[in-house]
């Protein structure tokens, strides 16, 4: 599966979250680093599900950018 991440801060404070996965967030210092992170806390939050018997939401998020010119 492929979740949408947010990624948001600056270099020495980043937070990622997943928002198909409710919780599912993660911090980290550098992007490669909140990038590893968030990884592993998409897995885990995946088999924390399994492992209770609830149900994997299927990822639904739309993700895209959108140029605006004239901006100060």
Same mark, same amino acid.
């Given at each position: 599966?492929?979740?949408?991440?947010? @990624?948001?801060?600056?270099?020495?404070?980043?937070?990622?979250?997943?928002?198909?996965? #409710?919780?599912?967030?993660? &911090?980290? =210092?550098?992007?490669?680093?909140?990038?590893?992170?968030?990884?592993?806390? @998409?897995?885990?939050?995946?088999?924390?599900?399994?492992?209770?018997?609830?149900?994997? #939401?299927?990822?639904?998020? &739309?993700? =895209?950018?959108?140029?605006?010119?004239?901006?100060?």
């Amino acid at each position: 599966m492929r979740y949408a991440v947010i @990624i948001e801060g600056e270099q020495g404070d980043y937070s990622a979250y997943v928002p198909d996965l #409710p919780g599912c967030v993660s &911090v980290g =210092d550098t992007l490669e680093e909140i990038k590893h992170e968030i990884h592993e806390a @998409i897995q885990f939050h995946i088999e924390g599900l399994h492992e209770d018997g609830l149900p994997i #939401p299927e990822p639904s998020t &739309v993700v =895209d950018y959108i140029e605006v010119e004239g901006v100060l």
